[in-house]
């Protein structure tokens, strides 16, 4: 059994930066990534990485912006957000899943408990 501790998550004005963190622990995972989820609005995929070599995947929305990294000897993924925009208000989800195409498309073996982000104008 994986468990998922997220950190970082906050308030921050447009134009402003975050760092999310998830810790991993009971297991390893062969990618790991974030989805985010607004009020209203369905959960969708934001960004991945396989965990052994350096494969990441972006959501159209977020490339140029948001950078996803691991710390192997940490087990933990980070999710730099840079230039964030009030659209990007949401609760942030810690995630695993056997490849980065199954996570990309919500097949997901664990789930974090979430982070909130928020961004005002």
């Known amino acids: 059994q994986v468990q998922l501790v997220e950190s970082g998550g906050g308030l921050v004005q447009a134009g402003g930066s975050l760092r999310l963190s998830c810790a991993a622990s009971g297991g390893t995972s062969i990618s790991m990534g974030w989805f985010r989820q607004a009020p209203g609005k369905e959960r969708e995929f934001v960004a991945g990485i396989r965990w052994s070599v350096t494969l990441t995947y972006y959501a159209e929305s977020v490339k140029g912006r948001f950078a996803i990294s691991r710390d192997n000897a940490k087990n933990t993924i980070y999710l730099q957000m840079n230039r964030l925009q009030p659209e990007d208000t949401a609760v942030y989800y810690c995630?695993?899943?056997?490849?980065?195409?199954?996570?990309?498309?919500?097949?997901?073996?664990?789930w974090g408990q979430g982070t909130q982000v928020t961004v005002s104008s």
């Open positions: 995630a695993t899943a056997d490849s980065l195409d199954r996570l990309r498309i919500g097949t997901i073996d664990y």
